[in-house]
């Protein structure tokens, strides 16, 4: 990657206390993200330099990742190589939220820590039975039971043809149908 031109001081204020919480071991999997902290710092000013660069809001988002990712092909990074870049972008946004859709959408499989999902606004409703939904569900249901709470809550009305345009096969639709009427407040 070319020298960048924003430093960490220019980053958003959101992405410097995500920093700042690696520096004082305040984010899950401290340890793991402070040897990596250069790279994730790295990658977070690519990614606000890129936006800049192309008038985009300076926030992972589906669109300034990709133009991210385009400009290091661009710079000769090989494509198999972009996963040094996508994984320090994927922790920030499993621990902030910002991105989210980006990270579950460019990754093969969801492998999100259940700690980071259930602190997540959309189990609030559920807090008080999380130990219950945890020892009874495998981490699979339980981040696809996420993934719909996530979905649900961007629409206005619950109905059927909203349901199907849900990205699950038929027999996932009808397991998390059980889950949900079995825990649904």
């Keep these: ?50 936006a800049r660069g192309h008038k985009l809001p300076e926030v992972l988002s589906q669109a300034t990742a990709e133009a991210f990712l385009a400009r290091l092909v661009s710079e000769g990074w090989h494509p198999s190589s972009l996963g040094q870049v996508k994984v320090p972008l994927r922790h920030y946004a499993y621990e902030t939220g910002e991105g989210l859709s980006w990270a579950l959408a460019s990754s093969q499989t969801d492998r999100r820590p259940l700690a980071l999902i259930f ?5 609030a409703p559920f807090r008080a039975i999380i130990a219950d939904i945890e020892a ?6 339980i981040r696809l039971v996420d993934r719909w709470l996530m979905y649900r809550n961007a629409h206005v009305k619950v109905d059927e043809k909203m349901a199907m345009r849900f990205a699950v096969d038929a027999g996932g639709l009808s397991g998390l149908s059980a889950i949900m009427t079995a825990i649904e407040p």
Aim: hydrophobic share 30%; proline share 7%.
């Design 136 to 141: 009874s569900l495998p981490a699979p249901q």
């Design 1 to 50: 990657m070319k020298k960048l031109s924003v430093t960490e001081v220019e980053l958003p204020k959101r992405m410097r206390t995500f920093l700042s919480d690696i520096d004082d071991g305040r984010v899950y999997s401290s340890k793991t993200l402070q040897c990596n902290r250069g790279t994730i710092s790295s990658a977070l000013r690519g990614l606000i330099d890129t």
């Design 119 to 123: 602190r997540r606004p959309q189990w």
